[in-house]
């Protein structure tokens, strides 16, 4: 997700340039420790109240407060989270950075998902995809490092294009896209007994006609309008609706989503699709 990735030039360019290396060992940087905001030193209108926006948009029509059941999305650059304050503001939900590409581990995956595991907020690993490297060996790069447990969100496939790498920046044919996304998902879903969850970007989305790929819980990015605006006629469950917002809890920004139904439809799409 973008917001995870907002660091130093010099940081882009070192971890860029390992992305799509070979197999070396797994390449893990640092975890950040980054200061903690008050969410209400940056109310933002449209934004739930208890959580704020660094860079707020003005929302009009269908505003992420519409929505019941929030969560979160986070890497190293968020540190350690304090789950259980993050759990008592109403993050119910949350995916950690787990790999991308083929040789990279991001080092707040474990720690992070084992203490929200602890205070009660269903917790997932997302994948960040390079198209420098076959769909079949990035998926069995997540399943060798994120572990099947029970009561887990399904995996993500965070696939979107990637502008800022030096090194692999392949654009490939819309078919090829889509056959590379099945080939990981269906990898992935024999492995963990559940269908990942696919997120992807605006431009993503259309370059790649993604209104093909049935079957699929898809999770949207869009900061600046509704999904249904942003994405017309798009089937989706989850909306990340920012990348600078403030959650309790959680160190620096963060990116916010919301799911798509209720309280008690949240409660059974959890049912059906967890681990």
Request: proline share 8%.
């Amino acid at each position: 997700m973008r917001s995870a990735r907002v660091f130093s030039a010099i940081a882009i360019l070192a971890i860029a340039l390992t992305g799509c290396g070979g197999d070396s060992g797994p390449k893990q940087g640092s975890l950040m420790a980054p200061a903690l905001l008050d969410p209400a030193a940056y109310r933002a209108t449209g934004i739930p109240g208890q959580f704020g926006d660094t860079s707020p948009h003005e929302w009009a029509g269908i505003t992420p407060a519409h929505h019941g059941v929030h969560g979160i999305d986070a890497a190293r650059y968020q540190g350690l989270i304090d789950w259980r304050r993050a759990a008592a503001s109403g993050v119910s939900f949350a995916w950690l950075k787990a790999t991308e590409g083929g040789d990279r581990v991001d080092p707040g995956f474990a720690p992070n998902a084992q203490a929200a595991r602890a205070a009660g907020v269903p917790v997932g690993g997302y994948h960040f995809f390079y198209f420098c490297r076959p769909a079949a060996e990035q998926a069995q790069w997540f399943i060798r490092n994120v572990p099947r447990v029970k009561g887990d969100l399904p995996p993500v496939l965070d696939i979107e294009w990637n502008h800022t790498s030096p090194s692999c920046q392949r654009r490939p044919d819309p078919a090829h896209v889509r056959a590379e996304m099945r080939v990981f998902v269906e990898t992935l879903r024999a492995h963990y007994h559940t269908t990942p969850v696919i997120y992807t970007t605006v431009d993503f989305y259309s370059d790649n006609d993604l209104g093909q790929m049935r079957g699929y819980d898809f999770w949207l990015r869009s900061v600046a309008d509704h999904p249904s605006v942003r994405y017309p006629g798009a089937d989706w469950t989850f909306w990340q609706y920012t990348g600078t917002g403030v959650a309790p809890g959680i160190g620096g920004t963060v990116d916010l989503n919301a799911f798509a139904g209720g309280p008690d439809d949240w409660a059974v799409w959890l049912a059906a699709r967890r681990q």
